[in-house]
């Protein structure tokens, strides 16, 4: 099982010319459509690791007056779907006139209970108990807040970089003097002391927000994050040629992909040695480890650690921080 992430996104918006004064063709106002071109690759419903959209995906876009922050058009969240063949496509879309324009964006879109009012948060969620590849990649774009970048009809192209608002926890058990076939069906993490707080999930009515201006994550409670795996992953065999796990951080990474799992979780304060402890359910027996070393999850970052099964015993062997692994984005180009 594969499971991707979504890195960074390149988001260029063309604003095609499309007069609606009078019928003359002047340019004064300018439509918004969107359509791209989608990377191929195989891809999962929550973690993606290209930068790249799958089919159905839709971002929420944010058009604020720059004079004085008011709605730029009646409807302030505004959505573009893909259809998964490189095509944006909005119902709504904005209309730029002379006035310039803040810009925020977010993924994915919701509907909030008022989208004609400006907003700077949406709900998010960090489910305690849930299947495998289900999570959601939330992400912020890095706003368009300078007079000088913001568009207006003469200025229609903008260039969003998406970010992420989670931090990735990756988990990479191998086999080393273990007699059993090494199924995984299941994993836990949570707090190992009262009151630290690290492992936030949903509880209404204490729920998760994002700022689309930062990616600022707040709300939760305090809780354990299980997940189910439908299909059982086959735990890898350590080995010294090929090398398993890799001691380069790229051909490490790819390991996660297939023999390893992966949950997004909110990113936390800093974490002292023995405050994590990781769980897994392996051929139907349930082994833990604690972390061992001080670390605070960062938003963006993936954060992998490689554990070792020998007999009865867990031990984490390496830990290692990376970004999310950024491919440069093919131009979304509006008609």
């Not at 810009?103 to 299947?131: G, H, K, M, R």
């Not at 058990?173 to 199924?183: H, Q, T």
């Not at 963006?300 to 390496?318: C, D, H």
Request: proline share 5%; glycine share 6%; charged share 15%.
């Amino acid at each position: 099982m594969k499971r991707k992430t979504i890195a960074g996104l390149s988001l260029l918006l063309l604003l095609g010319g499309c007069s609606k004064n009078n019928g003359l063709t002047n340019n004064f106002y300018e439509e918004l459509k969107v359509s791209a071109t989608l990377a191929t690759g195989s891809q999962t419903k929550a973690i993606l690791n290209d930068d790249f959209f799958p089919a159905a995906s839709s971002i929420g876009v944010q058009l604020l007056k720059f004079s004085d922050n008011t709605p730029y058009s009646t409807k302030t969240n505004v959505m573009f779907s893909s259809d998964g063949l490189g095509n944006w496509s909005s119902t709504e879309g904005y209309t730029l006139n002379p006035i310039k324009a803040k810009v925020y964006a977010y993924y994915p879109y919701v509907s909030l209970s008022d989208d004609t009012q400006p907003f700077y948060t949406i709900p998010a969620s960090i489910e305690a108990t849930a299947n495998y590849d289900s999570d959601i990649d939330y992400m912020y774009a890095t706003p368009i807040e300078n007079a000088a970048n913001a568009p207006y009809n003469s200025n229609s192209a903008i260039n969003l970089q998406m970010n992420h608002a989670l931090t990735q926890v990756s988990l990479l058990v191998y086999k080393d003097n273990y007699n059993g076939a090494g199924s995984l069906t299941d994993f836990y993490v949570e707090d190992t002391n009262p009151g630290t707080n690290h492992i936030l999930v949903n509880s209404d009515p204490i729920d998760f927000t994002m700022d689309v201006r930062d990616g600022s994550i707040t709300g939760g409670t305090k809780g354990i994050i299980e997940r189910k795996l439908i299909t059982p992953l086959s735990i890898g065999q350590a080995s010294q040629d090929p090398k398993f796990p890799s001691d380069d951080l790229n051909e490490l990474k790819q390991q996660v992909l297939t023999k390893g799992v992966s949950v997004l979780v909110a990113p936390t304060s800093l974490i002292s040695a023995g405050e994590i402890k990781f769980s897994f359910v392996i051929d139907g027996n349930t082994y833990s480890v604690v972390n061992t070393s001080p670390i605070t999850w960062e938003k963006g970052k993936q954060n992998i650690y490689t554990i070792r099964l020998s007999g009865s015993t867990l031990s984490i062997s390496q830990v290692s921080i990376t970004k999310w692994d950024p491919v440069k984005a093919e131009d979304l180009v509006i008609n």
